[in-house]
């Protein structure tokens, strides 16, 4: 997903999330009562302001949340692909300049070298 995308869709998230805050809900519901009066769904939130509260709380901490990851996102870098771009050189191609002396003498690859 583009990086533009995923930066609006977080920008909306955290302006969900920050109009459904809690804190809002003293100025918020009695908006929202007023525009719902008379309909069945204004009787149920006049009804049921404890769990408009307990939503508004979900949706606060979800939005705030999702947000933050969703704009996050677009500061990290892009990982480098684990696939080689270049063929790795095979083992017997490898120059050998360093051994162990009490493993096998320097120069020789194990490999190459006679089970006893």
């Given at each position: ?5 995923r930066?609006i ?7 969900v999330?920050i ?9 918020t519901?009695?908006i ?5 009066a ?11 302001t ?5 939503l ?28 080689p771009t270049?063929?790795r ?6 120059p ?15 490999t190459h070298?006679?089970?006893?």
């Amino acid at each position: 997903m583009s990086t533009k995308i995923r930066s609006i869709r977080g920008y909306v998230s955290t302006g969900v999330g920050i109009i459904a805050c809690p804190c809002h809900l003293a100025i918020t519901l009695p908006i929202v009562l007023a525009l719902t009066a008379g309909t069945a769904f204004g009787a149920w939130l006049s009804a049921n302001t404890g769990l408009v509260f307990a939503l508004s709380t979900v949706l606060f901490f979800g939005g705030i949340g999702l947000g933050s990851v969703w704009l996050s996102q677009d500061s990290k870098p892009k990982r480098q692909s684990l696939t080689p771009t270049e063929p790795r050189p095979k083992a017997e191609h490898l120059p050998l300049e360093k051994s162990c002396e009490c493993c096998e003498p320097l120069g020789q690859s194990v490999t190459h070298r006679a089970r006893q």
